[in-house]
């Protein structure tokens, strides 16, 4: 019972939403079942939903203290709980939603022909699109429909007094616009994933000849999908991610969250392309500019969980830039938030890497040997700051033969990854790195050459030829 439906919509509710829920199943509007009342006073009485708890006969013993167990009937009970429930959902949604409520209001009026009060309601529905600070697809929808509500009412009243046509016409355009947009985002990262998907979206072109001859210039959801769609393709000219990041930091307040994450991402790709492609130090810090971004408007969580991924970037990214005291902050206060079951695994790693570049090798290595993940980019990772631990405190003989153990292993475990041959080549770089005669100076200007092709760890790598070097 624990896994069902019933349960996990229950669970999904807080504290104020359950008081709410007691006044729903009491209603003889909404619930006309007195032991569906009884099985959510089940619920409400416990403070501590668990498997012990809802056992199935318990459940039904307190429902029905003098009748046998039965299945059936308790299926058939949960299963109106379940309808009672979504309901209320319902309910929940549209109370949070007054657009939604005043148009259900406005098609009552128009159904059951109270004209006057119709006029009136479209006056204040009107009056409240005007307010709204949000202007995204949904603004432009409702508005849209708001539209399109006036224009057959009056038609029908008098067919040549409708005179909202121009903002009607306009409100289908722009939202029309946004949607062309929004799915080529979504095409385009689709084909970034896996290169076989490559989607043809319909009017795109002519979208992004109007939207470049400046027709919507002022509408700022227009502007953030056009620049995050440029982005998305990955184009080298990185004005189109410059003024991204610029609407990203005003985009708080006129787009739905959920809209701001999707472009919030596709801002955070492109910097990290640009990061693996190029020497760029711009682009670092401009990654991490967004990821701080990113923390403050909270556009990291979802659901009030940070990605593994992004909590582990987050943390490289700093350190790189030097950002120690910033980065042992962010440790402090993000972990927590870390999915449940990998963040023991990825806090252990966070603490490896900050000790290694802090300069508290022998640390780094205790943590070292107390650390050993069923993750394999963890592993690897963690290899790789073996490596560099091991080559820094000059333990030489140790190094080559770790360096054997690590290609059996990415051999072993990691042909199907993207990064495999540039973790294989880094390997190569390192065992050259030992053995290169230190006075060859053609040798070591050619092994900096050969670093220069492969984007793992080359400053590292050519710090440490530098230092040959001299």
């Known amino acids: 019972m624990i896994n069902s439906k019933l349960i996990q919509l229950y669970s999904a ?33 416990k403070k501590k939903i668990t498997t012990r708890v809802l056992a199935k006969e318990k459940v039904f013993k307190a429902i029905y203290p003098t009748k046998e167990y039965d299945d059936l009937r308790l299926r058939h009970l949960m299963s109106l709980g379940v309808g009672l429930l979504e309901d209320f959902v319902g309910f929940l ?28 309601e479209l006056k204040k529905m009107e009056t409240l699109q005007e307010k709204q600070t949000l202007r995204d697809q949904r603004y432009y929808y409702h508005y849209h429909d708001l539209e399109l509500k006036k224009f057959y009412f009056f038609t029908r009243k008098d067919r040549i007094g409708a005179h909202n046509i121009p903002a009607l016409l306009e409100t289908h355009s722009i939202l029309m616009v946004l949607e062309v947009l929004e799915n080529a985002c979504v095409a385009a990262n689709t084909h970034h994933i896996d290169r076989r998907n490559n989607y043809k979206v319909l009017f795109l072109e002519e979208v992004l000849k109007v939207i470049e001859e400046g027709t919507y210039k002022d509408i700022f959801a227009v502007q953030l999908y056009y620049n995050a769609y440029r982005c998305a393709t990955f184009t080298e000219d990185n004005s189109y991610f410059y003024t991204l990041s610029d609407l990203l930091l005003k985009a708080q307040g006129k787009v ?3 809209y701001i994450l999707n472009i919030y991402h596709i801002a955070i790709n492109y910097c990290i392309r640009k990061v693996n492609t190029t020497s760029d ?47 042992e902050q962010f440790i402090k206060e993000y972990t927590y938030l870390v999915e449940e079951e990998h963040r023991s695994n990825y806090h252990r790693f966070v603490q490896l890497l900050l000790a290694y570049e802090k300069g508290e090798n022998e640390k780094a290595l205790q943590l070292l040997s107390q650390t050993e993940f069923d993750d394999l980019f963890l592993n690897i990772a963690i290899k790789n700051i073996q490596i560099k631990i091991y080559y820094e405190m000059e333990l030489l003989d140790i190094l080559l033969s770790f360096l054997n153990t690590c290609d059996a292993y990415l051999q072993r475990n990691a042909k199907m ?40 760890s080359k400053e590292w790598l050519i710090e440490q030829v530098n230092k040959l070097m001299k």
């Open 281 to 327: 130090v711009l682009f670092r810090n401009k990654l991490f500019a967004l990821y701080q971004l990113g923390i403050q408007n909270d556009w990291l969580l979802e659901y009030g969980v940070l990605d593994r991924f992004s909590y582990k970037n987050i943390v490289s990214l700093g350190l790189l830039l030097r950002e120690i005291d910033w980065v």
């Open 256 to 258: 739905q969250r959920e």
């Open 13 to 45: 509710l807080n504290k104020e939403e359950k008081t709410l829920l007691k006044k729903w199943v009491c209603s003889p509007v909404h619930n006309q079942h007195s032991e569906v009342v009884q099985l959510f006073d089940f619920l409400f009485s």
């Open 417 to 456: 990854i993207k990064v495999y041959e540039m973790y294989r080549i880094f390997i190569r770089l390192v065992r050259r790195l030992v053995v290169v005669n230190p006075y060859d100076k053609q040798a070591l200007k050619k092994l900096k050459e050969e670093i220069a092709q492969n984007p793992l």
């Open 93 to 120: 949604m549209q109370r949070k939603n007054k657009i939604l409520q005043k148009k259900y209001l406005i098609d009552f009026y128009e159904e059951r022909n109270l004209n006057k009060l119709l006029v009136r």
